[in-house]
């Protein structure tokens, strides 16, 4: 398939369902390759690497002072929950969810709106292998969710109606406070990777839900 683009660039992820780093030397007899590591990148850093390698810099950097305007302006249309906040993503398979750490892009957009996160305790992290290349996620096994995420207030990234359904009947999610006193909150599905449309979802679904 690339061979048929013809291209004059090949941009390939570092790591993810959506990786082909394992075939770089296959695909550098095509053309050059730019490796992107986005897991634990903001969608800036990756925006600003990519327009500096097609030579769209001064339109990366456009995109980025918007974002940076429309921070500033949700910022002040929103009222933040009291107290601690966990976001984290969940599995499909019900296999536990993903903390995310500081270093996740998602977190670094609500970081900047104001909300005070939590980190995932040392004694509950779990098997780390799936994340081992990444900076952005913890993983915690189902009966260390509520531990390894401690806020007084959640928010699911990336949910979905499957994982929506799963917080209200899987008891290691609905027996939390966070549950049960109805300070559980959603991003949309398509804020799981971020670039400056899907930060920019992320950003409206967040003054939807804490308008002031």
Do not use: C
Not at 34 to 53: N, R
Not at 106 to 117: K, W
Not at 131 to 155: F, K, M, T, V, Y
């Amino acid at each position: 398939k690339a061979v048929g683009y013809a291209p004059d660039l090949i941009v390939v992820s570092k790591n993810s369902g959506d990786s082909a780093f394992d075939q770089i030397d296959r695909l550098e007899q095509i053309a050059p390759v730019l490796v992107v590591d986005y897991s634990d990148a903001s969608w800036q850093d990756v925006t600003t690497k990519i327009g500096e390698a097609t030579g769209h810099e001064e339109e990366a950097a456009e995109v980025i002072a918007d974002f940076d305007e429309r921070i500033e302006e949700a910022s002040e249309q929103i009222e933040l929950p009291e107290g601690k906040t966990s976001s984290f993503i969940v599995f499909g398979d019900g296999s536990g969810a993903a903390a995310l750490t500081p270093e996740a892009p998602q977190n670094q957009i609500l970081s900047r709106l104001g909300f005070d996160l939590t980190e995932v305790p040392e004694e509950v992290k779990g098997d780390l292998s799936m994340g081992a290349d990444r900076g952005d996620i913890i993983s915690l096994s189902i009966e260390n969710i509520q531990a390894g995420l401690p806020g007084e207030n959640w928010i699911l990234v990336s949910s979905d109606k499957e994982n929506q359904e799963m917080i209200k009947n899987e008891p290691a999610f609905n027996t939390s406070p966070a549950v049960t006193e109805g300070r559980v909150y959603h991003t949309p599905a398509s804020t799981f990777r971020l670039d400056y449309f899907s930060a920019n979802i992320l950003v409206d679904s967040i003054v939807e839900q804490f308008a002031k």
